[in-house]
């Protein structure tokens, strides 16, 4: 069974940093993409980062692009967001994803549908940015 716990959510001051774990357990990490969606209140969910299986590529959303990097250690089935000069827009939710298959549906622009699915949701972290 494939299960996904985040951590590490808060509240941070603008400009400031936070990092993000999602745990892995019950499936072999490296099969999978791995990726970070957000939602907000009254928002649509949005993607913000997906990174390969291997770990070889990885790619972020306008929004974030910059400021947001993310890593994945297989060997410990951990996947971590690093945020740093955090704004007053990304206050959301944030999930992890494990999708079936090592490529990455979301490249920064909107999930693939077609060319993703996913096969496990964490169950989220807020995060939330004082001005």
């Known amino acids: 069974q494939v299960q996904l716990v985040e951590s590490g959510g808060g509240l941070v001051q603008a400009g400031g940093s936070l990092r993000l774990s999602c745990a892995a357990s019950g499936f072999r990490l490296d099969w999978y993409a791995i990726l970070w969606f957000r939602q907000a209140p009254g928002k649509e969910r949005e993607g913000v980062s997906c990174?390969?299986?291997?770990?070889?590529?990885?790619y972020y959303g306008d929004s974030v692009k910059g400021r947001f990097a993310i890593s994945r250690d297989n060997a410990n089935n951990m996947v971590y967001l690093q945020m740093n000069n955090l704004k007053p827009e990304d206050p959301a939710v944030y999930y992890c994803?494990?999708?079936?298959?090592?490529?990455?549906?979301?490249?920064?622009?909107?999930?693939?549908?077609?060319?993703?699915?996913?096969?496990?949701w964490g169950q989220g972290t807020q995060v939330t940015v004082s001005s």
């Open positions: 994803a494990a999708d079936w298959g090592a490529n990455c549906p979301f490249r920064g622009g909107t999930y693939d549908n077609v060319a993703g699915k996913i096969a496990s």
């Open positions: 990174i390969t299986g291997s770990g070889d590529s990885a």
